[in-house]
């Protein structure tokens, strides 16, 4: 590996650690590099500015989502909707809760609570090709069309739940904190999937009964 790749990497770790932990606008270039232990013009020679650095460290956080919404479309394959539902909320369970894994909900976070011009790029990347597909099969497990208002709330609500359970201080005073191990984050997950599948099924009778 050539001394300008090595540099390179340092530069986007030591990004996205501190991108995830403050946010794109409360980190300065001077910080990346002397985390890095790069030079300060290392983050326009690389990324052309901090800007460019950010959409890299970005980039690979859709990736990620990517990742995760391919492995969930190749597992359901030929399976019900159900069933379907169900390995995708196993999959999201745990890529999202192994520990060491939250830098890209960190990151995702920060972009939803303060937006740079990157923010297109996550949603039509990231997020929109995520929530059409599990608009797709919640819409047709309930018999509405999948831009239906009561699919998107499904939609929303399947994903929070998992969201509900990354460490967090109120959570831990509540009793309420999770330790991740193998044998938890399974039976978080048949948890979710059952409670969001009576769910979907309860606002399918509903919609139907009018």
């Known amino acids: 590996m050539s001394r300008d790749t090595e540099t390179r990497d340092r530069l986007l770790k030591a990004a996205e650690r501190l991108f995830a932990d ?21 983050v326009n020679y690389h990324f052309g500015d901090k800007l460019g650095l950010y959409r890299e ?66 949603v039509e990347q990231g997020v929109r090709p995520r929530v059409e597909y599990l608009s797709s099969l919640i819409g047709e497990i309930i018999g509405c069309p999948p831009a239906d208002q009561r699919v998107l709330r499904c939609v929303a609500s399947v994903q929070a739940q998992t969201i509900a359970y990354l460490p967090n201080p109120i959570a831990a005073r509540l009793g309420l904190a999770n330790q991740p191990s193998a044998e938890n984050l399974g039976e978080i997950a048949e948890h979710i999937a059952a409670f969001s599948l009576a769910g979907v099924h309860a606002v399918g009778r509903a919609a139907h009964a009018r």
Do not use: W
């Open 22 to 42: 403050r946010g794109f606008k409360k980190v300065t270039v001077r910080d990346i590099c002397r985390v890095a232990r790069a030079n300060v013009a290392a």
């Open 57 to 122: 460290v970005l980039q690979s956080a859709i990736e990620a989502m990517r990742a995760t919404n391919d492995a969930a479309r190749s597992a359901g394959a030929g399976q019900s909707p159900e069933e379907q539902l169900r390995r995708y909320i196993a999959i999201f369970v745990h890529r999202v809760l192994t520990p060491g894994n939250d830098t890209v909900h960190k990151l995702i976070q920060r972009e939803m609570t303060d937006p740079t011009p990157a923010l297109d790029t996550l």
